[in-house]
């Protein structure tokens, strides 16, 4: 009874006072919102192309960069992509400036981060032992690897390619993906694995299954995302990969281990797994199924890529069937001279087979973005503009790769033409200035101009390796086979633009037979 008297009372005073409660509420939310709504947005500025997430999937990532770039060369513009994130493009003349900001302001891991959906998909984006190891074993160890990579690659594409004198049909794209999975594996797991087909399996469909899971994920709205990554078949597999990997791996790892205990004489193998075996204390591994994981990264940054690239390069070949005898008579000449071997040397002296991989890089490259960063404390842009923190950047390369004002004649592919930059540095002003044009014309370059292997501290470490073993692929095809299109098919095939990305139909074949 008293309760129900005090409540009588509370409420009578309430009813009394309430206008002054309510001012005292709207008050104190003014307090608290007012400053948030009267700080300027600190990207207002900025335009904006494009006309959202779905437009951007819908009319393609490429046309709204293309648009972007044309209007804003010079400047920063904002696009709406797949990502959660406000995304700002800036202009390549940044690059320069940008390269010298550290990571705690710039995010090379932060924007993998996002990419790959890490919060949901639960994979690591952050693995400083890959490119520390590609950066310290893979890539000084290369002169000395190059013919254990070649006798990788000669065997893979003997097992995979037709061996017949006869015009035969191929998905090159699926052959491509098992030889560079084999060559690329000779050096990741070592001998006992890079034909496993386990392994290859492992190697080629786990970055399907993460880009499948990722696409996914993209399109769920982000308050579904903890929720469905939870029932996502494609995310569950992630997890099933590692452990198929972790079981393949075990018994490698444990045999090796074992002959170093028992035999004095063991000589350590000389791969990636081995490496990484011997850092793992460093990077403080907390066990062996970081190993499984760390092959699962690597295969992820390294096959795919590798195989697009080589990809690219072959549909072009079949649609310009006339530059083949010109760039098997440069592979010839520069094996003539380093004895038959696949030499650094050598490999560097196929200056023509060169320049046709970077002009295949610059008229086909990945994606229309390049340099992406998750901006982690704010900066200001030498034009003034300053970019907060929470967005991601990042470089229109695509667009850039058709600028006029960057490149001759663009829409032109021209096998030779960075192999005629690097003949003409003679006419260049000065010895500096030749000695750049070279360094910025060849395949493995990367430069304000050149950015399909990315920029600055994180661009590709392992594009050394990629090199070598794409100048392999491609100088083993020139040498021992004829490359056509299909009959019926004229010119080349037009690559497929999903989002930001440009990918070869993996679906096409070309016509080869052996020499
Ligand atoms: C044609 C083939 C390849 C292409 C086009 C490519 C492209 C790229 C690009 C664009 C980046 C990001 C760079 C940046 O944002 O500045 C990158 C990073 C990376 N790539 Fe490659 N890549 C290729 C092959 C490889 C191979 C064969 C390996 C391993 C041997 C590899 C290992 C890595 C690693 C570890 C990173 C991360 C670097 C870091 O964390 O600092 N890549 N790659």
Redesign the pocket.
């Known amino acids: 009874m008293a309760a129900t008297t005090d409540y009588a009372t509370l409420y009578r005073e309430l009813e009394a006072r309430w206008p002054a409660i309510a001012t005292t509420i709207l008050v104190l939310l003014m307090v608290l919102l007012l400053p948030r709504l009267l700080r300027p947005d600190p990207l207002a500025g900025i335009p904006v192309v494009g006309d959202g997430h779905k437009g951007f999937m819908k009319r393609g990532g490429w046309a709204i960069y293309t648009e972007g770039y044309n209007k804003f060369k010079e400047g920063v513009f904002r696009v709406a992509t797949a990502r959660q994130s406000k995304v700002l493009v800036v202009s390549p003349k940044f690059l320069p400036e940008l390269k010298k900001l550290p990571d705690d302001v710039l995010s090379?891991?932060g924007?993998?981060e996002e990419s790959m959906q890490s919060k949901y998909t639960k994979i690591d984006s952050?693995?400083?032992s890959?490119?520390h190891t590609?950066k310290t074993s893979?890539t000084p160890s290369l002169a000395h690897l190059n013919p254990t990579i070649y006798n990788e690659v000669e065997e893979a594409m003997r097992l995979e390619l037709p061996q017949t004198a006869d015009w035969t049909e191929v998905n090159i794209n699926s052959k491509l993906l098992r030889i560079v999975a084999m060559a690329?594996g000779r050096?990741?797991v070592g001998p006992e694995l890079c034909r496993d087909e386990a392994y290859l399996d492992a190697s080629i469909n786990y970055t399907v299954d993460l880009m499948t899971a990722v696409h996914i994920l993209q399109f769920t709205p982000p308050w579904l995302r903890p929720i469905v990554a939870r029932f996502l078949p494609q995310v569950k597999k992630l997890q099933r990969r590692i452990q198929e990997a972790d079981n393949f791996l075990r018994p490698v790892v444990a045999a090796r281990r074992r002959e170093a205990a028992e035999n004095p004489d063991y000589q350590k193998p000389d791969d990636?797994l081995q490496w990484i075996i011997d850092s793992q204390q460093k990077f403080g591994a907390k066990d062996d199924k970081e190993l499984a994981k760390n092959q699962l990264?690597?295969s992820f940054?390294?096959?795919h890529?590798?195989t697009?690239?080589?990809t690219n390069a072959f549909y072009t070949l079949a649609a310009m069937p006339e530059v083949i005898p010109m760039l098997r008579e440069d592979v010839q000449q520069a094996l003539a001279e380093s004895g038959g071997e696949f030499t650094s040397l050598a490999m560097q002296n196929m200056k023509k087979l060169d320049s046709f991989m970077k002009e295949v890089?610059r008229y086909y490259?990945?994606?229309a973005a390049?340099?992406?960063?998750r901006v982690l404390k704010p900066f200001t842009l030498s034009n003034g503009q300053t970019i907060p923190p929470g967005v991601i950047i990042e470089v229109p390369a695509g667009s850039m790769n058709y600028d006029s004002d960057i490149h001759d004649e663009p829409y032109q592919f021209d096998p030779l033409r960075y192999y005629k930059l690097r003949e003409s540095k003679g006419a260049a002003a000065s010895a500096t200035k030749a000695a750049e044009v070279v360094a910025n014309s060849q395949f493995v370059s990367?430069g304000t101009t050149s950015?399909?292997?990315?920029?600055?501290?994180?661009?590709?470490?392992?594009?050394f390796?990629?090199?070598n073993?794409?100048k392999m692929v491609m100088a083993t095809a020139l040498l021992h086979y004829d490359i056509k299109n299909v009959p019926g098919v004229t010119g080349r095939y037009e690559n497929m633009q999903i989002g930001a990305q440009s990918v070869p139909d993996p679906k096409k074949t070309i016509m080869m037979r052996k020499l």
């Open positions: 090379f891991a924007a993998v952050d693995v400083p890959l490119p590609v893979l690329s050096i990741f990636m990264g690597i940054a390294a096959i890529t590798t697009l690239t080589t890089l490259p990945l994606s390049s340099f992406q960063r990367v950015l399909t292997f990315g920029y600055g501290r994180h661009a590709c470490p392992g594009r390796f990629a090199v073993e794409i």
